[in-house]
């Protein structure tokens, strides 16, 4: 149950990234009364659906459509409340050399979540992350048939490296770098650029080296070890209050939570670290449940 709902929240999310540009050009094609006028027979029916759907509920759909504005990734406006990604408030202050209480409580919904229960952003919301999990189960086939895949090992330290380097160069360029490099932020352009557009752009080929490399030459590389979204969550998610807890009385040892976890880590030896997304994948595959989340004080935990 529990992975299947971190997956109706991954797919609802992936649906907003097709949703939220689509109901934009909807709004522009009614204000310009070009509705009627869509090209491609296919796109015509796409917004006639959403005209006839909006109708259903509102005799004004473009008042509601108004109110929403900006990307699901990076940051969203939805009538007057605005939700950042906390990557977007650091390239802000580097980019900047400016600090906005505005941007930083736009932010804070994310930050305080990631306070509360680690590094969750990654593991149940980033629309890459479903992507690279159904890449490693290709990956993971390829090992049942016979083919053995490399596993190159790189440090986790990278992530963080590049999450400095990023600010500096952000802070020395005045360019918000981030964007350029931050897979949920690529994936959310390139979905408005196909959208609009009707094309996609590099960022496409970009995601796709990322997947190709993963199922060939590393696994999980980008989010274990160069992803500086992943970065900044691990550090704001080190005094987390919500961890993964084993029962040492239930545990018989059998590691199927090592095997499960895509992360490397050692759940059956209560090494978890900063950097787990508390996925759950280690506590759906346990069949003595004996592993569980549980609230904490982090001064109150015993070190084992």
Not at 92 to 121: E, K, M, N, Q
Not at 148 to 174: C, D, E, M, Q, W
Request: aromatic share 14%.
């Amino acid at each position: 149950m529990l992975q299947f709902i971190r997956r109706l929240i991954q797919i609802f999310v992936i649906a907003l990234l097709i949703i939220i540009p689509i109901l934009s050009l909807y709004e522009i094609l009614i204000e310009n009364f070009r509705l009627p006028m869509v090209q491609g027979r296919g796109w015509q029916q796409i917004f006639d659906f959403v005209d006839s759907a909006m109708r259903h509920f509102t005799e004004d759909p473009v008042k509601i459509v108004k109110n929403i504005k900006g990307n699901i990734f990076w940051t969203i406006t939805i009538y007057d409340f605005t939700l950042s990604d906390p990557l977007i408030l650091v390239g802000h202050i580097f980019g900047s050399r400016a600090f906005y209480i505005s941007l930083l409580v736009s932010a804070l919904p994310f930050i305080i979540i990631t306070i509360l229960f680690g590094r969750v952003f990654c593991g149940w919301i980033c629309p890459m992350d479903l992507l690279l999990e159904l890449n490693n189960k290709i990956r993971r086939l390829l090992y049942k048939i016979g083919l053995r895949p490399y596993n190159i090992i790189f440090s986790r330290s990278h992530k963080y490296a590049l999450l400095f380097v990023g600010s500096i160069l952000t802070f020395l360029l005045g360019v918000q770098l981030f964007a350029f490099i931050y897979p949920p932020a690529i994936i959310n352009r390139e979905a408005v650029h196909y959208i609009y557009y009707g094309s996609v752009g590099m960022g496409v080929v970009a995601i796709a080296a990322i997947m190709l490399i993963e199922v060939s030459l590393s696994e999980r590389l980008w989010c274990r070890y160069f992803c500086p979204g992943g970065g900044l969550y691990s550090v704001l998610g080190t005094g987390r209050l919500v961890t993964i807890v084993r029962d040492k009385n239930l545990c018989d040892d059998c590691a199927d939570c090592n095997k499960a976890c895509e992360f490397a880590f050692n759940p059956m030896r209560d090494k978890f670290g900063m950097e787990c997304n508390n996925c759950g994948k280690c506590i759906s595959v346990c069949e003595k449940k004996g592993l569980s989340f549980k609230f904490s004080l982090p001064w109150r935990r015993t070190k084992t």
